[in-house]
């Protein structure tokens, strides 16, 4: 799968894309075909603060609960309530799903993240 050229990369597979000052974060392509089926997604509440690096929730497969990190500093200004219901759209359009909405405390920490090329070089290194 190719990786949105538009969209900044984390080494623990999320991703982040943005309009204005608002991030967009969801999980890779790669992040969900290793965890297979994904049952449940935790997030946080609309208004809480999420830190660069830091856990924000998690997702729960079949296989294993994995933690979600945070590509950036800010604060939750949406959540994907569809995903309460059916959170195997990840599994179905991990690039498209959103899972939290985050205005970012500094720009400047996106441009600091893996553009595509470089997390597609990652996770050629880890396979």
Request: proline share 5%.
């Amino acid at each position: 799968m190719a990786y949105p050229t538009n969209y900044r990369y984390t080494r623990e597979h999320e991703w982040i894309v943005l309009d204005g000052s608002i991030g967009s974060i969801g999980i890779t392509d790669y992040a969900q075909n290793s965890l297979g089926d994904i049952v449940y997604v935790d997030v946080p509440k609309v208004g809480d603060t999420v830190t660069a690096g830091a856990t924000f929730g998690s997702v729960e497969s079949v296989k294993a609960v994995s933690d979600l990190y945070s590509p950036v500093t800010g604060t939750v200004t949406a959540t994907n309530d569809e995903l309460k219901s059916s959170p195997d759209k990840i599994n179905e359009a991990p690039h498209e799903t959103w899972i939290i909405k985050v205005e970012l405390a500094d720009p400047g920490q996106f441009n600091a993240l893996l553009d595509a090329a470089a997390y597609e070089a990652f996770i050629a290194e880890e396979q």
